[in-house]
């Protein structure tokens, strides 16, 4: 018998179990972030979901699948969406962009819009690639691209000084357009654009989105548009689809989300929209990751939509209720941020804000030398000791950038009403603590 | 314009086609009595549909729930393996829930393996296991199980590995080698000395088994289930799948569980939070009540794992009957819900079909438009 180890097995034995692709990807907010939640937050403002439930009809429309005479809901589905999501989105989608769309080729339903980001990177990012992320950025956006082997290249939104003691409004917040067109080169596969944005809430105009389209043409780049916000755009603004400006649809994969559409974070069902000759590519990486999405939710969000479509344009439409209903809610935490100190940047859409909380930092010191962010330390902080949980801006920076802005927090306010209320009075109540001698 | 320059990355590359995307559309008009996608027409349980009703019903539950596995869902699942393996398993680290065990096989060869790599995979094989493990620039290394009859083979049983064959495919860039017991497409049940065989081998060249266990409780009788990860020094080199589709009859729900060491899982959970984040949740928390129901009696012979088992073992027999009446050589599956069958005995004259496919791609084309 033999006592020593063969050379060979030595080598493989020193050598990390784990592939090289995880390397730089492991570390996730969330996975902190919730847990402190789960542990402490008497008011959970943090994490990005609703705390109200899917509309009525969405819910019905769920049962009536489940325990409908066709039991064979249960079973597989098309791979690549449910006939009956795809058509529909097609033709929803398809009235939106004014294109005609075929549901077999022009979509792809995926587990949530965060797996339709994973399979457009798997698909269309090599080594080598370059991928311009604009910060603050949906913090997966740089870990996908790194699993995939490409460079993240960031560009930041830039905030403006606001006019004469207003509050700052998430349009201050804007891509520097010489910075910009520096960060294309020859190398650059793709820039991921997200509007209406999370964290900040900025709603990308007209002008914005076509000097990125301008530049996606010029350096024949993709562009990948996440919109799950789309629905959630407040004061009157329009939302527009990159998409549908010169030279983009072939170039552009649009990705959008059930739960954000529809209150329903917990269904995970989400979708691409595009030119096949680029969701040809994301078919094969689906196919050999996840290969099906499960049936049920998709049967029940057709049926949402197929109501939408009835209703578009009309009061009773959702994607006109929910957007109103979140705008009071929004104008509400406004106020209560700005009453006690806390300098709210007012969101044009998505239902996130963000605040600047200098006046507060006096609770938190500085720890110098820190290797972790301030407003990540400041955030840990409020969620132990007043109950309330928010995500550190930071946590949307690159790492190199997280210490940019790091005096901000974002808030999540899709919370009914009594969630918004007690918020209110923990905030007045720290205010207090703060002033009373 | 300039020249539209984008195509498919290196990765994809060649993994474009699928015989099922190719197969179910060839089945899919009605008319046809459809035998070949692995899925059953019959209903789940009711008590499963219930408690997917009782759960959307709850608001929290539409929302998102704990990535790496719905809290009572996963510790469902450690109580019931538990149980099976005779070892502790932690919900937290243990176990991370999957889309489906597909979703698990991805994540675990995701995690685990890469280019300079190989996987030993064992023909025939459920058609996946081979683009995912190019996908993730491994090489792909086949060993088929073989007759062991010279051709008269009546059972799973007698598709067996070569023991030196299958030793001689192991060396020093031998990754994981992917096991699937109960086999599909063959329904063999591996015994626990076939098992001691793979077993032997990943202890000597310290190689991960990666084990797709779908249709561990389709065993019929005279049949044991072995989980490979029981045998003395596999539980830390193991990753063992698992499916809700295939234990519940919700293939559609596309719930799968990878379960194994921390020290692996937490690799496979660092794939899944940039993957796809978290799995739905009413489906997860009807899953961890449908489990609770069933782990209540498992002593009992009413409890689902072994009464669905019951029910297929006299469908096996039933189509096994079929198939000799009709002059044909059914290969009687000891486990697993597919049944393969010798048609040579029809003598189906296909030489004049142009395409460039294997004879049996081409009968089966035949068989459905024809049949």
Redesign the interface.
């Known amino acids: 018998q033999t006592h020593f180890v063969s050379l060979s097995l030595q080598a493989k034995m020193s050598r990390p179990v784990q592939a090289r692709r995880l390397e730089g990807t492991d570390k996730n907010i969330w996975v902190e972030f919730v847990k402190l939640a789960a542990t402490y937050s008497k008011v959970n403002l943090g994490q990005g979901f609703p705390d109200f439930p899917p509309p009525d009809f969405l819910k019905e429309s769920f049962v009536r699948a489940l325990s409908g005479e066709n039991h064979m809901l249960h079973q597989y589905t098309r791979a690549f969406g449910h006939p009956p999501l795809v058509k529909i989105l097609a033709q929803f989608f398809g009235k939106l962009l004014g294109r005609d769309l075929d549901p077999m080729t022009n979509v792809m339903v995926t587990v949530g819009a965060y797996q339709a980001l994973f399979c457009c990177f798997q698909a269309l990012v090599d080594e080598g690639d370059e991928v311009i992320i604009i910060e603050p950025f949906f913090d997966c956006y740089e870990p996908m691209v790194k699993m995939a082997g490409g460079t993240p290249v960031f560009v930041p939104l830039r905030p403006k000084a606001p006019k004469d003691g207003k509050l700052m409004s998430s349009a201050d917040w804007q891509l520097d357009p010489a910075e910009l067109a520096s960060k294309f080169s020859e190398r650059t596969k793709a820039i991921v654009l997200n509007s209406p944005n999370n964290p900040l809430g900025k709603v990308f105009s007209r002008e914005e989105l076509e000097l990125i389209a301008g530049l996606c043409v010029k350096h024949d780049v993709l562009c990948l548009s996440d919109e799950v916000y789309e629905w959630l755009v407040y004061d009157g603004k329009e939302h527009i689809r990159i998409a549908s400006l010169r030279g983009m649809w072939d170039r552009t994969v649009i990705i959008g989300s059930a739960g954000k559409t529809f209150s329903a974070t917990g269904w995970k069902v989400g979708w691409t929209v595009g030119p096949n000759r680029l969701l040809q590519h994301l078919r094969t990486v689906h196919q050999n990751s996840v290969y099906h999405c499960a049936t049920v939710a998709q049967e029940a969000v057709a049926q949402g939509f197929q109501r939408e479509l009835e209703l578009y344009g009309k009061p009773d439409s959702y994607f006109v209720q929910l957007p109103k209903e979140l705008q009071q809610k929004r104008d509400w935490l406004v106020q209560s941020l700005d009453a006690v100190g806390m300098k709210p940047i007012i969101p044009e859409g998505t239902y996130f804000l963000v605040a600047d909380i200098s006046k507060f930092k006096s609770d938190v010191p500085d720890v110098p030398d820190s290797d972790e962010p301030y407003d990540s330390r400041f955030a840990k902080w409020m969620v132990k000791n007043k109950g309330l949980a928010a995500i550190p801006l930071s946590a949307f920076y690159s790492g190199a950038h997280k210490n940019n802005y790091n005096h901000f927090i974002r808030f999540c306010f899709a919370k009914e009403e009594a969630t918004l209320k007690a918020a209110n009075d923990i905030l007045q109540k720290w205010k207090k603590e703060k002033t009373s001698p | 314009?300039?020249a539209?320059?984008?195509?498919?990355?290196?990765?994809?590359e060649g993994?474009?086609s699928?015989v099922?995307?190719e197969f179910?559309k060839v089945a899919a008009d009605p008319s046809i009595v459809n035998l070949g996608?692995g899925?059953?027409?019959?209903?789940?349980p009711s008590y499963v549909?219930e408690e997917?009703?009782k759960a959307?019903?709850v608001?929290?539950?539409?929302?998102?729930?704990?990535?790496f596995g719905h809290p009572s869902l996963v510790k469902a699942l450690s109580q019931v393996y538990e149980r099976v393996c005779g070892r502790k398993i932690d919900p937290l680290t243990d176990i991370l829930v999957t889309?489906?065990a597909?979703?698990s096989l991805?994540s675990t060869i995701?995690?685990?393996?890469?280019e300079g790599d190989e996987v030993i995979i064992i023909e025939p094989f459920y058609d996946?296991y081979e683009?995912?493990v190019k996908?993730?620039g491994a090489k792909p290394v086949f060993i088929p199980l073989r007759y062991k009859n010279d051709g008269n083979s009546a059972s799973s049983v007698d598709w067996v590995l070569d023991p030196a064959e299958l030793a001689n495919k192991f060396?020093?860039k031998t990754k994981a080698i992917i096991l699937n017991t109960p086999h599909n497409p063959i329904g063999k049940v591996f015994t626990r000395e076939e098992l001691q065989v793979i077993a032997d081998l990943c202890i000597k060249?310290?190689t991960?088994c990666i084990s797709d266990e779908v249709y561990e409780w389709l065993v019929y009788k005279g049949n044991k289930h072995v989980k490979i990860a029981t045998l003395p020094g596999m539980w830390e080199r193991t990753i063992t799948i698992g499916s809700a589709?295939k234990t519940y009859?919700?293939?559609?729900?596309?719930?799968g569980w990878s379960i194994g060491p921390q020290?692996?899982i937490k690799?496979l959970q660092?794939?899944h939070?940039?993957?796809?984040?978290?799995?739905?949740?009413?489906?997860q928390e009807a899953l961890a009540q449908a489990f609770w129901i069933d782990y209540k009696r498992m002593d009992d012979p009413d409890c689902y794992f072994y009464s669905l088992s019951r029910e297929l073992e006299s469908k096996r027999d039933r189509m096994a009957q079929l198939l000799q009446e009709a002059g044909l050589k059914p290969v009687i599956p000891d486990g697993g819900y597919f049944m393969i069958v010798d048609v040579s005995a029809l003598n189906v004259d296909l030489s004049d079909v142009d395409e460039k496919q294997p004879y049996d791609y081409k009968f089966v084309k035949w068989m459905i438009r024809s049949k």
Request: hydrophobic share 35%; aromatic share 8%.
């Open positions: 314009t300039m539209f320059r984008h195509k498919n990355t290196r990765r994809i993994l474009d699928n099922w995307v179910t996608q899925l059953p027409d019959i209903s789940p549909k997917l009703a959307a019903a608001d929290r539950l539409n929302q998102y729930t704990r990535g889309v489906g597909y979703g991805f995701q995690a685990l393996i890469e996946c683009p995912m996908m993730a060396n020093s060249h310290d991960l589709g009859s919700v293939t559609g729900w596309k719930l020290n692996l690799h660092v794939v939070q940039n993957t796809l984040y978290t799995c739905p949740t009413p489906l």
